[in-house]
């Protein structure tokens, strides 16, 4: 093997292990994946690896140049071309490659909808059985996703934390290995190939990407690939990575910002992708954040419903998630912290005919 696995709080490095999720000396601590030489693959991966793709990756880019005249240039990278229609199939393909040479038949997720939808398709081209667990509330086009690729679906009442800990209540029970593509790093390694497809295209030319994060595996991802391009001598500096959460989902830009809060259990939010409160990782993307010298930044529903409709005019039909980067670029303006020699780039990360049932026309 060419890497180790490393907790990303205490630094401790162990073998990797497909099922090692934690870190015994840190209790709620992941892994990342530290390489050993950065000039066995390009982009850099973990090996031995057979990657099952299902065309992942390679998005297109649209410029919107005129629609924010005070930018250098706005950009949006339409990850709703992947297999299932999210960028989640760039971890997916990786993390299931992987589960496939570890043995795995048979596996537990949770999701907002997009992974579980992403993580059926995989599973089943594979020949693997998958139970997915998603928010009661989550869209039914997701949850038919997941269906139409014969997961088992387990609908759990509740915020988004609830199906996570039902997953992990179902995997004590049977025995049957939890796959989560927010613990484990292989899922991680996958969404690197989005940094390295903006340096093929743009090269140094993306000063800033403005990321809706609810988990934060693209916002790490791209850290970890531009990062890698920055060691191999071919890019001279990071991109700004910027994270737009909701403001009553927003862990990540409270502790960022030190606040004390609490996550209102009856809060609600149509940007589901995003409506995470306890992410696992919310240490190492905060050090992504202000090691590319991005910023954190809430928004509010009402911006994002009002965003989502206006890139609809622009013939851009994205999840309601998406739109809350919008909401994001439009506050980052108002803050003077994006501005004329901002060359700003935004993943549309899901296809809006995930959600459609949830907008009023």
Known sequence: MNHEYICIECKKEFEPDFFKLKCEESEYSCFDIRYFKNNSHFPVLPSPLNIETLGEGNTPVVRFKDKFPVLGDLMFKLEYFSPTGSFKDRGTSLLLSKAKEAGVKEFVEDSSGNAGASMSAYAKNLGMKCHIFVPEQTPLNKKNQVKIFGGELHNISGPRQNSTDAAKEFCRKTGIPYVSHNYNPYFIEGMKSFAYEIYDEFKEKITDIVIPVGNGSLLIGAYKGFHEL?????????????????????????????????????????????????PPRINQVIEC???????????????????????????????????????????LINKKVLGKNSNVLVPITGSGLKDLSNVKF
């Open 230 to 278: 920055k060691g191999l001598g071919l890019l001279r500096k990071i991109p700004k990575l910027h994270c737009i959460q909701m403001e009553d989902f927003s862990p990540i830009y409270q502790k960022i910002n030190n606040f004390d809060w609490k996550f209102d259990a009856s809060s609600k939010t149509l940007a589901g992708g995003i409506a995470v409160t306890d």
């Open 289 to 331: 954040i202000n090691a590319s010298s991005g910023e954190s930044e809430i928004v509010s529903e009402e911006k994002t419903l009002s965003w989502h409709r206006e890139i609809a005019n622009w013939g851009i039909l994205s999840e309601i998630t998406c739109a809350a980067a919008l909401a994001g670029v439009e506050k």
